[in-house]
């Protein structure tokens, strides 16, 4: 007999987890997910399916003879609409009839349907037509190590298929392998121009556009097989007034940083992007504008540069890169700028973490984080390292993080990652480092290994300095914390030869920084430190990036200068 104290539920799981493809407890009056995350809880209502049958005798409607379907999968990933209707229409010609007997013998439940074979009835230019739209789609899909594709999107379901679960996910972050497609929403307002800003007209702006596509881009689209900085952003920025300026303001910032180039010019471009951005920030229909949370991240990445121009790192567009990641995933759809964006901003958020010695704040409860180790294309397995890394990361400096359990659970992770991944990971060229060289060669082919491998090796190197099993006190402390830093050293030894090596890609050199500033007052021998400072003084020196309070930290620990010398 059932308890009369057991809680009343909901007949169907509420609207808001539904969307965000989540499982709900069902409490009433509000669920405990929604509770927990402060959304609202929208009930959801169960509908009883009529059980009546349609007569034998019922009329159907005759489709016309030819029938027009509209393709719109480039214009939603792409975010603007077309500009002519018609070129998104596939003509699919109806030349059957359907007859009283076809009518009567269809009829009782359903409606008579189309055919597939009718389906594919098409002329050469009609299918010419289909066939381009169809290429552009499956050019859009990443391809697994096995050859097929790992994610699909399939426009005519409205939908996306994807393997997201895995084995050290810690959360359970989805319940469903699906999630629904909602075209990206472009707000017209402000930063919105009403014609093309391209061609540019000013010689300097032009250069600086030049500049951002052919020097910044590549910092941006690392696991991005779309590239969506190089190719897509520039051609948002004709029309997004907001996106042109931080285009503007980023190269501007870096090449008055490695050149003589006026140091002023960027100020006036940063100044305008957040003329628009900051009171739109206020508004939550615009966070779901990726032309804006594009813009965010680029400023972003000019702030980190601002450090040695300011004496601080305010964080002060992290604030707008958390709006736009927790709209949901109705708006990050794999493949679209928005997704391209959180994992930019993963990663600037993965750097300050490391730097700050804090967990990483922006939230990873979203369908395109991927903890599996399942078959998929080369950028999933470095965005599945970069996910790796942040959950090192919080469980190192979150508060009540730390068990024995967790670290366990992640170091396996960091095993299976390394035992799991595609060959394609392994370096075309390796040598050890020799008595004169600090660092072993190790070359890449494509940023996406190179990224991927550093993180993995970053998570390594968090995982060994705050390994449990060394003891606190004891004899044995000292043959264990030997053993540890040998292996810290190994690991950065080999962080630094992967970004001295493939300098091609300047975060190869960023992600070695970051290595150098947690790890690098281990090293005990002088021409080891001064390699490791070398990396740090030629990272500012040709990419911007502020390291002078790192060496001077390190030419401290080290005993170059005294703990009170400038």
């Not at 426009?155 to 810690?170: F, M």
């Not at 980190?304 to 707008?320: A, F, I, K, R």
Request: with cysteine; charged share 20%; proline share 7%.
């Amino acid at each position: 007999m059932p308890s009369s104290e057991q809680p009343e539920l909901l007949a169907t799981p509420c609207v808001t987890c539904r969307e965000h493809h989540l499982k709900c407890d069902r409490s009433v009056p509000r669920c405990g997910r929604c509770v927990r995350a402060g959304r609202e809880c929208k009930l959801g209502f169960k509908f009883k399916p009529s059980k009546d049958t349609f007569r034998k005798d019922q009329m159907w409607l005759r489709p016309p003879r030819q029938l027009i379907y509209i393709d719109e999968t480039r214009y939603l990933t792409m975010g603007s609409p077309p500009e002519d209707a018609s070129e998104c229409e596939i003509y699919v010609p109806t030349n059957e009839t359907y007859t009283r007997e076809s009518e009567s013998a269809s009829a009782s439940v359903t409606p008579p349907v189309i055919s597939r074979s009718r389906e594919q009835r098409l002329t050469g230019s009609q299918l010419a037509k289909t066939g381009q739209f169809r290429n552009q789609i499956r050019s859009d899909e990443p391809i697994s190590s096995t050859g097929s594709p790992e994610t699909e999107i399939h426009p005519d379901k409205g939908h996306v298929e994807a393997r997201s679960t895995g084995p050290y996910d810690l959360r359970s972050l989805q319940a469903e392998n699906r999630t629904q497609i909602a075209p990206p929403r472009i707000i017209s307002g402000p930063n919105l121009q009403s014609t093309s800003a391209l061609p540019l007209k000013n010689r300097t702006e032009a250069l600086l556009f030049r500049h951002y596509i052919q020097k910044l881009a590549i910092c941006l689209d690392l696991c991005d097989p779309l590239r969506h900085f190089e190719f897509v952003v520039p051609e948002r920025a004709a029309a997004c007034h907001t996106l042109l300026n931080a285009i503007f303001a980023i190269a501007a910032r870096h090449l008055s940083h490695t050149t003589n180039f006026d140091p002023l010019a960027s100020n006036r471009y940063h100044d305008e992007c957040l003329k628009y951005l900051i009171p739109m920030l206020n508004h939550a229909s615009i966070v779901s504008d990726e032309n804006l949370f594009a813009a965010t991240i680029i400023l972003r990445m000019l702030e980190e540069m601002d450090v040695p121009t300011t004496g601080q790192d305010n964080y002060s567009h992290l604030l707008g890169i958390h709006a736009f990641v927790n709209v949901g995933d109705q708006y990050m759809v794999p493949g679209s700028l928005s997704a391209a964006s959180f994992w930019v901003g993963l990663r600037q958020e993965i750097y300050i973490a490391v730097t700050t010695q804090q967990p990483v704040k922006l939230s990873l409860n979203h369908f395109v984080v991927d903890r599996s180790f399942g078959p998929a294309d080369d950028y999933t397995w470095s965005n599945r390292a970069i996910v790796l890394i942040a959950d090192v990361l919080n469980f190192c400096f979150a508060e009540n993080a730390f068990t024995v359990g967790r670290w366990n659970a992640l170091d396996e992770a960091c095993k299976k990652w390394s035992a799991t991944r595609p060959q394609s990971f392994n370096p075309f060229f390796y040598r050890e480092p020799t008595a004169s060289t600090t660092f072993p060669e190790i070359w890449y082919g494509s940023s996406c290994h190179v990224i991927g491998i550093q993180h993995h090796i970053l998570a390594q190197l968090f995982l060994t300095q705050f390994d449990p099993s060394i003891p606190k006190v004891g004899t044995n402390r000292r043959a264990a914390v030997k053993k540890m830093t040998q292996r810290i050293e190994t690991l950065v030894r080999e962080l630094c030869g992967i970004g001295v090596c493939n300098q091609w890609t300047p975060p190869a050199m960023f992600t070695a920084c970051m290595g150098i500033a947690m790890f690098g007052d281990q090293f005990s021998e002088r021409y080891d430190q001064e390699a490791l400072i070398d990396i740090l003084r030629k990272t500012e020196a040709d990419h911007a990036r502020p390291t002078a309070a790192i060496q001077q930290q390190l030419m401290k620990a080290w005993g170059w200068i005294p703990e009170n010398g400038e």
